[in-house]
């Protein structure tokens, strides 16, 4: 058995365009036959929740650089998580903001 931590973020953590595309993914995704939403991005593994959604870690675990349509500030939460041995992000809707992250407010 191995133990992990999940952060939890604010949405408002994340540039406005990024989130809303993220949205958009997850709005269009199908359900496979047992229900679950599979959501298709093409470096991140997502996973809706009713509030926001988790995104895992793994991309940084791979090594990987930073993917053109991966902002920098997004990066630096999915690096910071992982350092930390955080396996899973919940980017909340309803999540305070951190005074130490930039907020990017809906407009």
Sequence with gaps: MRRTTIFVCSTAHLPVAEREEIDRIIANSPRNAGGRIEVAHPDLIIEPHGYGFFVHTEVV?????RASHISPEFWAILTAAFESDASWILFDRDE???PDLPVFPNP
Aim: aromatic share 0%.
């Design 96 to 98: 305070p903001s951190m």
């Design 61 to 65: 675990m791979r090594g990987d650089e």
